[in-house]
């Protein structure tokens, strides 16, 4: 899969293990770190939430697999993270596999 230096995108590895490509680094995520780290992204993408990264600092901390990985997102990462996981979690399980 082609990457462009500000790419995210998720890999299924095999049963319950999934990679998280960033674009400096790949990040190891159990299913329930995925289940987390959705939870995440819906909570900080929501228009109350995006208002007020917008009007204060424009950028989002976050931490991930159990707080092991710190990302730091921009709201056009963020939201496309967020594009990403919804998609990851809406495939059928044949074109995962």
């Given at each position: 899969m082609?990457?462009?230096s500000d790419s995210y995108h998720?890999?299924?590895?095999?049963?319950?293990?999934?990679?998280l490509h960033t674009p400096t680094k790949a990040i190891q995520l159990s299913f329930p770190q995925m289940l987390e780290l959705r939870r995440k992204i819906n909570a900080k993408?929501?228009?109350?939430?995006?208002?007020?990264?917008?009007?204060?600092?424009?950028?989002v901390l976050l931490f991930v697999a159990d707080k092991q990985h710190l990302l730091f997102?921009?709201?056009?990462?963020?939201?496309?993270l967020k594009e990403e996981i919804a998609v990851f979690f809406e495939t059928p399980d044949f074109i995962l596999a």
């Open positions: 082609e990457t462009t998720i890999e299924y590895l095999r049963f319950c293990k999934y990679v993408t929501t228009y109350k939430s995006l208002n007020a990264i917008v009007n204060n600092e424009n950028f997102l921009e709201i056009p990462q963020l939201i496309k």
